[in-house]
């Protein structure tokens, strides 16, 4: 089946703690995105890469980090510097470039900080 | 600052009506309009708009886009239980990065 996944659905944090969304694509996909949903907000991007081994800060990238050492995975770091880390986090995937790119989600994973 | 914004925030109707909701935007280096469908969890992709008057047909949902208002529209005819969900909008600016409105709360009744 190919598609997206992330891991895990739900996950709960204490505050100071550093915690790792993963999220794994086997859709031969260059590009890579993570986005956060908060309600009553559209989603925002934290960061991207669009290739293996480069990334780029979205709107939101402070207290986030990222690494992009493989074509497939893309984990997000959610840090204790991040002041408000509960959310709905959705990663995405696309071709990469062209005009008719499109992204494709991941079922998400929903952070609560105790 | 780049804006996309979208109208009703929420909508209820009753089975078999016809719905229509709305995009508007102000970007920077307009690649493209996309709307997705987000029932649980993952947003699904529903139609990809470049050009201006050309609507875009998927069983009954259709949408259009005008990039002299600035704005799209998605139709839904005869409405199902199942078009539940929360509808998004998002322009794609420059090489990759998508700007999301708040999302469409529709709600169907049976």
């Known amino acids: 089946d190919g598609g997206i996944t992330q891991s895990p659905k739900y996950l709960f944090r204490k505050e100071g703690q550093n915690v790792t969304l993963s999220c794994e694509q086997n859709l031969n996909h260059d590009a890579m995105y993570w986005y956060r949903q908060d309600p009553g907000q559209g989603l925002r991007l934290i960061y991207y890469?669009?290739?293996?081994?480069?990334?780029q800060k979205g709107d939101i990238a402070e207290g986030y980090s990222v690494s992009r050492e493989k074509k497939e995975s893309f984990p997000l770091t959610v840090t204790s510097a991040q002041k408000n880390p509960t959310a709905f986090y959705l990663c995405?995937?696309?071709?990469?470039?062209?005009?008719?790119?499109?992204?494709?989600f991941g079922p998400g994973t929903r952070l609560t900080v105790l | 600052e780049d804006k996309v914004v979208q109208s009703p925030l929420s909508l209820v109707v009753h089975e078999g009506d016809t719905v229509t909701l709305n995009c508007s935007y102000e970007v920077t280096n307009f690649r493209s309009l996309l709307w997705y469908k987000q029932e649980k969890k993952a947003p699904t992709f529903l139609f990809m708009l470049?050009?201006?008057?050309i609507e875009k047909k998927s069983g009954r949902l259709s949408s259009i886009l005008d990039k002299k208002e600035l704005s799209s529209i998605l139709n839904i005819t005869a409405t199902q239980t199942g078009d539940s969900a929360i509808y998004l909008c998002a322009v794609r600016k420059g090489f990759q990065k998508l700007v999301f409105g708040t999302g469409t709360r529709l709600l169907v009744s049976p």
């Open positions: 995405a995937s696309s071709i990469g470039g062209g005009p008719a790119d499109t992204q494709y």
């Open positions: 470049t050009s201006s008057g």
């Open positions: 890469s669009q290739i293996v081994n480069d990334f």
